[in-house]
Nanobody, 127 residues
Framework: EVRLVESGGGSVQAGGSLRLSCEASGFTFDAIGWFRQAPGEQREGVSCISGRDGKIQHADFVKGRFTISLDKAKNTVYLQMNSLKPDDTATYYC??????????????????????WGQGTLVTVSS
């Protein structure tokens, strides 16, 4: 069974931190990472990491604040989010693909046709 199971969302005050986790099972992937979608907004890529070569891409709006990592033994990707802002409030989705979608941020951000999606986890940042 193909599964992407997210955890770690919640509510935090501005300036705080959260760590999201996403465990993948039932398939192999090349690229894995995160998107987010705020109410009324388009889904946007946050970060991705290649399971093949370790290449990482970040959206400009999270550089210096968010860190993505991959534990290959656990097939789990993490998103450490620091210095959170109210604008980071969104549902965060884990996503994965068998292709090299983490070759560039723009390729990752083009989410149409992404192979696998998690159910989403809500992150709320209050001011």
């Amino acid at each position: 069974e193909v599964r992407l199971v997210e955890s770690g969302g919640g509510s935090v005050q501005a300036g705080g931190s959260l760590r999201l986790s996403c465990e993948a099972s039932g398939f192999t992937f090349d690229a894995i990472g995160w998107f987010r979608q705020a109410p009324g907004e388009q889904r946007e890529g946050v970060s991705c990491i290649s399971g093949r070569d370790g290449k990482i891409q970040h959206a400009d709006f999270v550089k210096g604040r968010f860190t993505i990592s991959l534990d290959k033994a656990k097939n789990t990707v993490y998103l450490q989010m620091n210095s959170l802002k109210p604008d980071d409030t969104a549902t965060y989705y884990c996503a994965a693909d068998s292709g090299p979608r983490c070759g560039s941020y723009s390729y990752w951000n083009y989410y149409f046709g992404m192979n696998y999606w998690g159910q989403g986890t809500l992150v709320t940042v209050s001011s």
